[in-house]
């Protein structure tokens, strides 16, 4: 009886015990997803991935390549338009620099779609979309195509267009249509020379890039797959986009320099004339590559044209 009582004392006096105990806390730690890193590869078909240089915040600035290079080739725009208060992306088009080179077609029906996958996937709103030699052809006709989605603004740089060999009815640009075969067959029997017959007429003169630069371009030049380099050079001897200038409605501006020994003078003033409200901006001291020949001038034209 007595151990009996002291069992249940002792029960009782375990239970207020823990009745009086204060219920301990369980610290939750609180994770704080961060945002993930931006893709540099977005796949626009099966097996085609493109590569993406995405940098910067605020407004979208959106900038497609000349022919054989890749969205590498704006490393100085860059700089410029993250300084500024952008957000820059830079696309390469599939064939060039390290976007995926599939046997496809290498058109810019085919260029064109490419582009609007990557801006629909990135949910890009109200962008300056601008492109350079061969790449402001694409956009040209990007534009026109689309109705110009998700873009406010279009930039021409030093633009092969709206065709890139003399026709009949249009003498404008600088070559003919069997000069551009003769480079077609030299890039599929001697790339290199290919490279060196363009390289020797890209700039103004041998002193306006430094050797280091030019060096650079070149080897941005040699990722480019050597089909996609063919066809998309028989795409510029062939495509003829007069019939998309009627088409362009946003505000348009339109750099060359008058000594381009690429894309004439005369073409960019062509397109001035047909593009409503463009407008036109020469450069004296460049060939084709104003975007490093006269960067300086480059970048500032192109950030007031994206403010106004």
């Not at 267009?161 to 600088?174: N, S, W």
């Not at 381009?260 to 463009?278: C, F, P, R, T, W």
Request: glycine content about 6%; charged content about 25%; aromatic content about 8%.
């Amino acid at each position: 009886m007595k151990l009996t009582a002291i069992a249940l004392i002792a029960s009782g006096m375990l239970i207020s015990s823990c009745a009086n105990k204060a219920p301990e806390t369980k610290q939750v730690e609180t994770q704080v997803e961060k945002p993930g890193a931006r893709a540099e590869y977005i796949e626009v078909e099966p097996n085609v991935r493109l590569h993406v240089t995405d940098l910067g915040e605020g407004k979208p600035v959106v900038l497609i390549h000349g022919y054989p290079l890749s969205d590498a080739m704006w490393e100085y725009q860059y700089h410029a338009l993250i300084k500024a208060g952008y957000r820059v992306i830079g696309i390469t088009l599939r064939g060039f620099g390290q976007s995926d080179k599939p046997y496809s077609k290498y058109n810019y029906d085919e260029f064109a779609a490419d582009i609007k996958t990557v801006l629909d996937k990135l949910d890009i709103k109200d962008a300056v979309i601008g492109g350079h030699s061969m790449g402001g052809a694409i956009v040209l006709h990007y534009v026109a195509k689309y109705n110009a989605a998700h873009i406010s603004k279009m930039a021409l740089f030093s633009a092969a267009a709206p065709c890139h060999t003399k026709k009949p009815d249009y003498p404008y640009p600088l070559f003919t249509k069997e000069e551009i075969t003769q480079w077609v067959e030299l890039n599929n029997s001697n790339r290199p020379a290919l490279l060196d017959a363009v390289g020797s007429k890209f700039t103004l003169n041998a002193t306006t890039i430094t050797p280091g630069i030019g060096a650079w371009l070149g080897g941005i030049n040699m990722q480019s797959s050597p089909y996609a380099m063919e066809q998309a050079l028989i795409a510029l001897r062939d495509e003829d986009l007069r019939g998309d200038l009627p088409k362009i409605k946003v505000p348009t501006l339109i750099f060359n320099a008058k000594e381009d020994k690429i894309v004439a003078y005369a073409l960019a003033e062509q397109m001035n004339k047909a593009i409503a409200g463009s407008k036109l901006v020469a450069f004296d001291k460049s060939g084709h590559a104003s975007f490093v020949e006269e960067k300086d001038k480059f970048n500032e034209e192109l950030i007031k044209f994206i403010k106004e």
